[in-house]
């Protein structure tokens, strides 16, 4: 088993991103904002000593729940019965939350319609239209509709920028005959599956940034926890998207491009499971009541309560769902007025359309890729603000990075080495003392430094360091708090990073 030592004087970086959405009118009063805590909540005295980081057992990945994890989830809006913990009334079928692994065929019978097809199958009607070559949304019974797979909607989208650059490059010469007929501009799509409920004002304000910031965090240009609003964060992702794929995120006049509407619109839906309770804390106020706490803010963790977690779990539904679809907690919470109890399987989340970060299959092996002399893969930190990923010349992601630490940084090149799934920490509380009855802080993804630890090693030493690219219990906060460890990312960015960086990869900064 390998050992590292972390140090944990830690430090704030730039803040994170602020301001009101979109076409919101905010009264002009005079409020007393609480100022944010410079350190990690929790962890004020535990910042100064140094940890070990160490691999947890994957069967003590999860909390016990009172149901299969294989669970389906209740109707919208089902109570669990209080002190039962997550059990849930009859199941019915759920939509999928993505389109089928492969391509599959739908006969049409009585009562089926191409809106039908789509939401049964995790798909968009346009993508069902286009993989069809349908006209309209027409279909009769008998029909055979194909249902795009994954590959094929990737195939689609990147047929549509190949179409649009080549149009760029050598358009079409007018014809010189009458005036066009103005086009009527389409309806923005606002949600790709359909939706239990109306959408809420603050969601329609906030579409068209959360579409262009769900499409960029697809395509690995991440800005960090998804808020509709702009900032330097989305100017970064926004920048070197543009850089790495120039034109391909909007059209000459403007409008989104193809490749952007081919992931449906800005959001989804997603319901809460009973499945889902095995990462989401039973304590007071919580799922284990029944009782809501929506609207108050949840009173911040102690030491104590820390160290005497066997699963450092999410603390409520909302900062579950928000992780799992790369968003604020406080932007979630906006566009879902109408959830008044997050911590029971069959709520309903208004959500950003990207691809879920699935905590139940973020760690399954193998986490980290072989090498590929003939694409081989390189990385760079910018500053202590961006880890940039190559695959050759090409950029293949660029995501949000803080450091914990004060004043942390490096030089020159260093070195990705293995890596350390389910991290728990231990400390004696004392520099000086020997490691006897540590403190222990449990692995989960409210472990300080999150789902995975990335080993860092100093040019061609092979000694990892006492500091490693990690995740975070705080993502929004990552830029302004100080907490234990090295170089922080969200774990949903950490999730895909390490799925991209062979041991050995260069890490050189800039």
């Not at 260093?414 to 400390?427: G, Q």
Request: net charge neutral; glycine share 8%.
């Amino acid at each position: 088993m390998k050992l590292n030592l972390l140090s944990l004087k830690v430090t704030c970086m730039t803040c994170v991103l602020a301001g009101c959405l979109p076409g919101m009118v905010l009264a002009q009063v005079e409020t007393v904002k609480p100022a944010i805590p410079t350190i990690e909540p929790g962890l004020e005295q535990a910042v100064k000593w140094p940890w070990q980081v160490e691999p947890s057992d994957a069967a003590g990945w999860g909390l016990p729940v009172d149901v299969p994890v294989e669970a389906s989830a209740a109707k919208p809006g089902a109570q669990s019965t209080p002190g039962t913990g997550a059990q849930m009334t009859p199941a019915i079928k759920v939509a999928p939350q993505g389109p089928p692994a492969a391509m599959i065929e739908h006969l049409v019978v009585k009562g089926d319609s191409l809106t039908k097809i789509a939401h049964g199958n995790g798909v968009t009607v346009d993508q069902l239209r286009i993989f069809n070559d349908l006209k309209n949304d027409r279909i009769v019974i008998g029909q055979v509709v194909k249902v795009p797979g994954a590959s094929d909607i990737k195939a689609m989208v990147d047929a549509a920028v190949t179409a649009e650059k080549a149009a760029a490059k050598d358009p079409p010469k007018a014809k010189p005959k009458k005036a066009p007929t103005p086009v009527k501009e389409e309806a923005p799509v606002l949600i790709a599956t359909k939706p239990h409920r109306a959408l809420p004002p603050a969601a329609w304000g906030a579409a068209s940034l959360v579409l262009i910031q769900s499409f960029l965090d697809r395509q690995g240009f991440t800005i960090g926890p998804i808020d509709g609003t702009a900032g330097p964060m989305y100017d970064a992702a926004y920048k070197a998207f543009e850089k790495a794929h120039p034109g391909e995120l909007h059209t000459p006049e403007g409008q989104p491009s193809a490749a952007m509407k081919a992931i449906g619109g800005p959001y989804v839906e997603y319901v809460l499971t009973a499945a889902d309770m095995r990462w989401i804390s039973p304590h007071p106020g919580s799922a284990a009541t029944g009782k809501s706490k929506s609207k108050a803010a949840e009173p911040p963790p102690t030491f104590e309560e820390l160290t005497h977690e066997t699963f450092m779990a999410y603390r409520t539904g909302w900062e579950f769902v928000a992780e799992r679809f790369h968003a604020a907690e406080s932007f979630l919470r906006h566009i879902n007025p109408g959830v008044k109890n997050a911590n029971v399987p069959g709520a309903v989340f208004l959500v950003p359309n990207v691809v879920p970060f699935e905590i139940e299959n973020a760690l399954a092996e193998p986490l980290q890729p072989a090498a590929d002399p003939a694409a081989p893969i390189s990385a760079s930190m910018l500053g202590v603000s961006r880890l940039i990923i190559r695959r050759g010349d090409a950029v293949i992601a660029s995501m949000p990075v803080s450091a914990a630490r004060p004043g942390l940084h490096g030089r020159k090149t260093w070195k990705i080495l293995d890596v350390v799934a389910r991290p728990h920490l231990s400390s004696t509380g004392d520099p000086a003392a020997p490691m006897t009855v540590p403190y222990r802080l449990s692995a989960g993804p409210n472990n300080p430094v999150g789902i995975v630890w990335i080993n860092l090693a100093k040019g061609g030493d092979p000694k990892p360091l006492p500091y490693g690219l990690h995740g975070t219990s705080i993502p929004g906060t990552m830029m302004k708090q100080e907490s234990i460890g090295g170089f922080r990312m969200t774990n949903w960015d950490i999730a895909r990073a390490v799925r991209l960086l062979p041991a050995g990869t260069e890490l050189k900064w800039e």
